[in-house]
């Protein structure tokens, strides 16, 4: 929303999940505070999900 970029296979944290799994509010080390809502088919989960 603020025209801030962030790479592809950038690493971030979910924060939120949206429709049971349909999307993930993802944040970002940079841009600072960067949070973007990004589709389910294009996260890559690279750690261990919490219980």
Same mark, same amino acid.
């Given at each position: 929303? %603020? *025209?801030?970029? #962030? !790479?592809? *296979?950038?690493? *971030?944290? #979910?924060?939120? #999940?949206? @429709? &049971? &799994?349909? !999307?993930?509010? #993802? ?5 600072? &505070? ?7 088919? %294009?996260?890559?989960?690279? &750690? @261990?999900?919490?219980?």
């Amino acid at each position: 929303m %603020d *025209g801030d970029t #962030v !790479a592809a *296979g950038t690493e *971030g944290t #979910v924060v939120a #999940v949206w @429709r &049971g &799994g349909e !999307a993930y509010e #993802v944040e970002f080390p940079e841009p600072m &505070g960067a949070l973007a809502t990004v589709k389910a088919k %294009d996260v890559i989960f690279a &750690g @261990r999900p919490v219980p």
